[in-house]
């Protein structure tokens, strides 16, 4: 049976299928959004579903994203939501990004973080990409160290291949990697199954991709998605959830409406036959 959670440990267990904040700024991800008070409301959605985990960066934006987060915790009242938040990535525009490693950059980028989700702690910190020009021990290094600070709880990598997965796990404990991965994008399925064999949540990014398969009437993913009556993205988000049990999607979205439709899916519970057929989509 597929499981319903996953445990970070004894005080952070989470639903599996999560919400990434990523399309709450403006295009490109660059500047605030274009209805800041509709972000705020999405934000404040997501809090009071039963998602409870939160992946963010501070470069969406950069920071719009997380002050959209705070500002819907200043009046949340209920059950711990974990927070996931990545560091590295420097922005000069509309879709520009440029990977920093070096470890005071770093340092700044995880207090400001700290600032503007309005937190004290970081339940995960994932490194959002490894500088080839700064050696992965200082990278990885000082974030174990805001580790022992009490300022980071977890640590995480992003995009990362198995070797330098493990190559990280011999400086500090990894608890989570997110890279691209989804219906029709599997180049990163050693990176899945070593996660799957450490116990590690693995996030995978742009999990609602399907491409072509989801205009084609006649393609099994139609058809899988009219058997349950639902939405192809809504099949592409079950097949993710049934796909492996460290599997954490976190589906984003600037609409509530479409926020709901992505909750829903993991209620989705495809046949055998089914989740076959949708696995050899990518072969």
């Not at 974990?82 to 990535?89: C, H, Q, R, S």
């Not at 994008?185 to 199954?193: G, S």
Request: no cysteine; proline share 5%; net charge negative.
């Amino acid at each position: 049976m597929t499981a319903k959670t996953f445990q970070f440990d004894p005080e952070l267990v989470v639903n599996r299928l999560g919400y990434g904040t990523m399309q709450l700024p403006g295009k490109g991800v660059w500047g605030p959004a274009e209805n800041p008070e509709e972000a705020v409301a999405v934000m404040q959605a997501v809090l009071a579903s039963d998602v409870n985990f939160i992946d963010t960066a501070d470069s969406y934006g950069p920071f719009f994203a997380n002050l959209y987060v705070k500002e819907a915790l200043k009046t949340y009242r209920g059950p711990h939501k974990m927070i996931a938040t990545k560091v590295g990535f420097t922005r000069q525009g509309q879709g520009e990004w440029t990977v920093v490693g070096r470890p005071e950059y770093l340092r700044q980028q995880v207090e400001l973080n700290l600032w503007s989700l309005g937190l004290e702690s970081i339940d995960l910190l994932q490194l959002h990409r490894i500088d080839p020009a700064v050696s992965l021990e200082a990278q990885i290094g000082v974030l174990a160290d805001m580790q022992q600070e009490g300022k980071i709880k977890h640590i995480g990598l992003s995009q990362v291949s198995v070797s330098e997965l493990k190559q990280a796990q011999a400086i500090t404990p990894i608890v989570s990697v997110q890279n691209r991965y989804n219906l029709i994008d599997r180049h990163d399925e050693a990176v899945l199954n070593y996660a799957d064999e450490q116990g590690i949540a693995f996030i995978p990014w742009f999990p609602l991709a399907t491409g072509k398969l989801a205009t084609d009437e006649n393609g099994i993913l139609m058809q899988i998605a009219k058997t349950h009556q639902a939405q192809p993205a809504q099949i592409a988000l079950a097949w993710l959830l049934q796909r492996s049990d460290v599997i954490l999607p976190i589906p984003g979205t600037r609409n509530i409406a479409h926020l709901k439709a992505n909750i829903a899916a993991q209620e989705i519970v495809l046949t055998p036959a089914e989740f076959d057929q949708l696995s050899r989509l990518a072969d």
